[in-house]
């Protein structure tokens, strides 16, 4: 099975590469040829990763091979975790990149060439995963430029989704594992949803459970949503080994049936559903089957609240894609 990773040298893959290494992650017993992919600047510092890699000794993995661009990377590719991309922050041509807008362009011309490689050059079952943001609509950058919809495109929300399901542990004093059908809509930025009106915690609504809407609304939601610039403010960086873990078992929930009753999360390009508008990718419920089909929980009951917030994040996602639209 080949496993193509961009960004490889990064912080978040760092701790990812070991987390896909660990047994059981795919539901196949073949061996793990990792391609790994970055700029030509970071070759050499991915050169030492690889040799901690080796060092490592994995059961699971039967070759590593490295990549400074990413149409070799990607041909015969089963799975793509697309983690590289131009962060907010970063002094290009002399300019620092604050806007939202040139965020996208530049990042859009990554995808752009990502998305027609893997179209051209992977399996015509492979899995895309992009975790560098801004997730969603690089997503449809790469999605749109494919030329090839039998592959499964999605951005990763799971990470919005675990740190959701840790607040409302920590609140309820239950288990993460005790939480069933906690679903993030829309997008991977502060104006994502988590959605607890529909959430079960050992068989009974989590909302009826905590019995406080001015809490969910003045505090948990504000926490999730805001949760990255938290972590960067106490850390001086941004999440990584936390974003990795999300990334690992978005690939997991993705290779295995969903646990029943339950569902995991993701963005995918959107038919409409929950009164998302089509054409843009955004966060839903979604269940695997185990065999690389997923699908959209449909039977979400969204308060007049709740679909007010659904309101905001699409309208961002619409504000994005306008933003790009000469690159889809």
């Known amino acids: 099975m080949k496993v193509v990773i961009t960004g490889a040298a990064g912080q978040i893959s760092y701790s990812l590469i070991p987390f896909l290494c660990e047994k059981g992650i795919f539901n196949s017993e073949e061996k793990l040829d990792l391609a790994l992919v970055e700029i030509p600047g970071a070759m050499e510092r991915l050169d030492g990763f690889v040799k901690e890699l080796e060092d490592s000794a994995y059961s699971t993995v039967n070759t590593i091979s490295t990549y400074d661009n990413i149409q070799d990377a990607v041909v015969d590719a089963d799975w793509c975790l697309l983690v590289g991309s131009i962060p907010r922050g970063i002094v290009l ?81 239950c288990h993460v594992d005790d939480i069933y059908r906690l679903a993030i809509f829309g997008n991977h930025s502060p104006t994502m949803f988590p959605d607890l009106e529909n959430t079960n915690v050992n068989g009974k609504n989590a909302y009826e459970l905590i019995n406080d809407h001015a809490w969910v609304k003045n505090e948990y939601l504000p926490r999730i949503q805001q949760r990255g610039a938290e972590i960067i403010k106490a850390r001086g960086a941004s999440s990584a080994s936390s974003a990795a873990r999300a990334a690992c078992d978005t690939v997991k929930a993705v290779e295995h049936p969903t646990r029943s009753g339950d569902v995991f999360n993701a ?62």
């Open 93 to 173: 041509n002399g300019k620092e990149i604050k806007e939202r807008s040139d965020l996208l362009k530049i990042n859009g011309g990554i995808f752009t060439e990502q998305g027609k490689a893997i179209g051209e050059k992977a399996k015509d079952n492979c899995k895309v995963l992009v975790v560098g943001n801004p997730a969603n609509t690089n997503a449809l950058i790469g999605y749109s430029n494919s030329s090839n919809k039998d592959h499964l495109w999605m951005a990763m929300t799971m990470l919005d989704g675990l740190r959701a399901k840790a607040q409302l542990s920590q609140k309820l004093n």
């Open 267 to 328: 963005a995918i390009l959107s038919d409409g559903s929950y009164g998302i508008p089509e054409g843009i990718f955004s966060g839903f419920p979604l269940i695997s089957d185990g065999s690389g089909n997923i699908e959209i929980v449909r039977d979400f009951n969204l308060s007049d609240f709740a679909k007010s917030k659904l309101e905001i994040t699409a309208n961002e996602l619409l504000e994005e894609r306008d933003l790009v639209q000469e690159l889809i």
